[in-house]
């Protein structure tokens, strides 16, 4: 909201200077419009592994979190993907977006050792919002790297998709 409110104080200004005659100021570098940026994540994880918590930035500052408890036995009841992990509006131009998942094993009889592991996966991705959109939205999926001789602590993998929103009865997810 407040990015919206300052991007058309400045152009009501500039507007009024060039009806007065004047020479706006170079706006280079500066872009007048703004738009969306939604992150949704899901899982293609197998049964091992059960999602406990989720972090994002964006611009390095927080975008959305969740997270659920484990009980002392390991039991974890994981959080229900697809999530909504936020949305905010930006000014055009490129964002830097980051992502954290923590995953908590899942296994038992022989395979309980597994809920006392912690599984981190973590991604960065740079995302444009073009001038003519009006929004970006950002769809992270959480998979198993590599197969059954991969160690466990290196599975937990994220892989991205980005869809440029042109329309805005298109929208991406909202939290």
């Known amino acids: 909201m407040e990015c919206r409110v300052a991007v058309a104080v400045l152009a009501v200004g500039l507007a ?16 007048l419009s703004s738009g969306f940026v939604s992150l949704e994540h899901r899982s293609s994880m197998s049964s091992s592994f059960v999602l406990i918590g989720a972090s994002a930035t964006l611009d390095g500052e927080p975008f959305g979190a969740v997270s659920v408890d484990v009980s ?14 936020g ?26 050792y597994l809920r006392d592991y912690r599984f981190r996966a973590r991604g960065e991705l740079d995302v444009e919002l073009p001038e003519d959109a009006s929004g970006v939205a950002v769809i992270s999926t959480g998979y198993e790297n590599g197969g059954a001789a991969t160690p466990l602590e290196d599975r937990p993998s994220i892989s991205w998709h980005v869809d440029v929103v042109r329309f805005e009865a298109a929208r991406g997810c909202e939290p």
């Open 72 to 85: 002392p036995e390991g039991e974890a009841q994981g959080l229900r993907v697809p999530l909504c992990l």
């Open 87 to 112: 949305r905010r509006t930006v000014a055009t131009g490129m964002h830097h977006l980051t992502l954290e998942l923590t995953y908590v094993g899942q296994g038992y009889g022989v395979f309980s």
């Open 16 to 31: 009024m200077l060039s009806a007065c005659g004047a020479t706006p100021p170079p706006t280079r570098g500066v872009s």
